[in-house]
T-cell receptor, first 116, second 118 residues
């Protein structure tokens, strides 16, 4: 069965601090995808990154970086030099194939507050 | 290119009333999804569709029905609304991997519909 755990319900940091959002997943499949989405106060969900189970290479995009470790079933997200605009709820999600299509399970989300 | 749109944005229903939420996408995506978002629970998949004329149950399908008569539209129906269905509903779409058997392109989400059932 699929499961995604985001143990941090809320995190509060001061602007320019670095912050890491944790994501731990469970799956029995060998082929799966992991995602991070951002939900700002306006409400819409925005895709940030996708990683497939065969690609453990870490990725950096500007101030954002992702650390995928299959050995610990984790896909953590780090924001460097946080800004107020980073304040949002961040969701980690796991997707894998199933008969007739595929399904995605979302974690409960981590609410990040960045104070000026 | 509007992306994914949802109608209506807000709705208040009384217990037992019915309604239909409309989702439309103009990206020619094959897959479409309906989720509900409740506080502290993330998004939960209600139903999904892998193509026109096909639908499948997700994690929490009870009390909902869906139809995908046209590729660009995915309708979510509540036949007899209950207070437990008070939630924010998100529609999403994506396109399948070009490699059969693999899953997972990113999903594009609509703005959400806030439904209150009293």
């Amino acid at each position: 069965a699929q499961k995604v755990t985001q143990a941090q319900t809320e995190i509060s940091v001061v602007e320019k601090e670095d912050v890491t959002l944790d994501c731990v997943y469970e799956t029995r499949d060998t082929t799966y995808y992991l995602f991070w989405y951002k939900q700002p106060p306006s409400g819409e969900l925005v895709f940030l990154i996708r990683r497939n189970s065969f690609d453990e290479q870490n990725e950096i995009s500007g101030r954002y970086s992702w650390n995928f470790q299959k050995s610990t079933s984790s896909f953590n997200f780090t924001i460097t030099a946080s800004q107020v605009v980073d304040s949002a709820v961040y969701f980690c999600a796991l997707s894998e194939a199933s008969t007739g299509g595929f399904k995605t399970i979302f974690g409960a989300g981590t609410r990040l507050f960045v104070k000026a | 290119n509007a992306g994914v749109t949802q109608t209506p944005k807000f709705r208040v229903l009384k217990t037992g009333q019915s309604m239909t939420l409309l989702c439309a996408q103009d990206m020619n995506h094959e897959y479409m999804y309906w989720y509900r978002q409740d506080p502290g629970m993330g998004l939960r998949l209600i139903h999904y569709s892998v193509g026109e004329g096909t639908t499948a149950k997700g994690e929490v399908p009870d009390g909902y029905n869906v139809s995908r008569l046209k590729k660009q539209n995915f309708l979510l129906g509540l036949e007899s609304a209950a207070p437990s269905q008070t939630s924010v509903y998100f529609c999403a779409s994506s396109y399948p991997s070009p490699n059969p058997g693999l899953a997972g392109y990113e999903q594009y989400f609509g703005p959400g519909t806030r439904l209150t059932v009293t």
